[in-house]
């Protein structure tokens, strides 16, 4: 897994869930009525993809369920 994908989910895991809502407003241009941290954590990890919305990058999806399962 690379290593600073897992720093960033890690800092994302640590943020509000208004924080993360205002982090995805700055990445997709458009504010979110989504208040579900894990969600958000999941759609900002998977920004670098392409296609935001369907992330298929291994290391995104290892570091998510590395912290998923951390609880």
Excluded: H, Y
Aim: charged share 30%; aromatic share 2%; hydrophobic share 40%.
């Amino acid at each position: 897994m690379g290593l600073n994908v897992a720093k960033e989910v890690a800092a994302l895991q640590r943020m509000t869930p208004k924080e993360l809502a205002r982090k995805f407003a700055d990445l997709f241009g458009e504010p979110t009525n989504a208040r579900n941290r894990t969600r958000l954590v999941r759609r900002i990890a998977g920004s670098s993809n392409p296609s935001p919305r369907v992330s298929t990058d291994d290391d995104v999806l290892a570091a998510l369920d590395a912290v998923m399962r951390r609880g």
